[in-house]
Nanobody, 115 residues
Framework: QVQLVESGGGSVQPGGSLRLSCAAS????????MGWYRQAPGKEREWVAS???????NYADSVKGRFIIFRDNAKNTVYLQMNSLKREDTAVYYC?????????WGQGTQVTVSS
């Protein structure tokens, strides 16, 4: 079994920054893609960013140029650096990891952008 533990959420003013972390642990043989999704109140969960095993990244248009996804393979950890945050970035953020050819999801961490 693989567990994902997220951290780094919180409240920030518009224009501020936050960094989310998601650490995978357990009986891990391999990790392929890693990514982040988010779900705002009353909305469906949406994809935010992803990174492949070799470091290729992709971003949703809504966060491109403001968010950076990166990973530390030695720590089985994926990060999401969020800059120039906007009110519309307010959501619960979930990490997802393909480990041992299975999809795993984190528990979610709240990000609130408000003045």
């Amino acid at each position: 079994q693989v567990q994902l533990v997220e951290s780094g959420g919180g409240s920030v003013q518009p224009g501020g920054s936050l960094r989310l972390s998601c650490a995978a642990s357990g009986n891990i043989f391999s990790i392929r893609g890693m990514g982040w999704y988010r779900q705002a109140p009353g909305k469906e969960r949406e994809w935010v960013a992803s990174i492949t095993a070799v470091g290729r990244t992709n971003y949703a248009d809504s966060v491109k140029g403001r968010f950076i996804i990166f990973r530390d393979n030695a720590k089985n950890t994926v990060y999401l650096q969020m800059n120039s945050l906007k009110r519309e970035d307010t959501a619960v953020y979930y990490c997802t990891v393909v480990a041992n050819e299975l999809d795993y999801w984190g528990q979610g961490t709240q990000v609130t952008v408000s003045s």
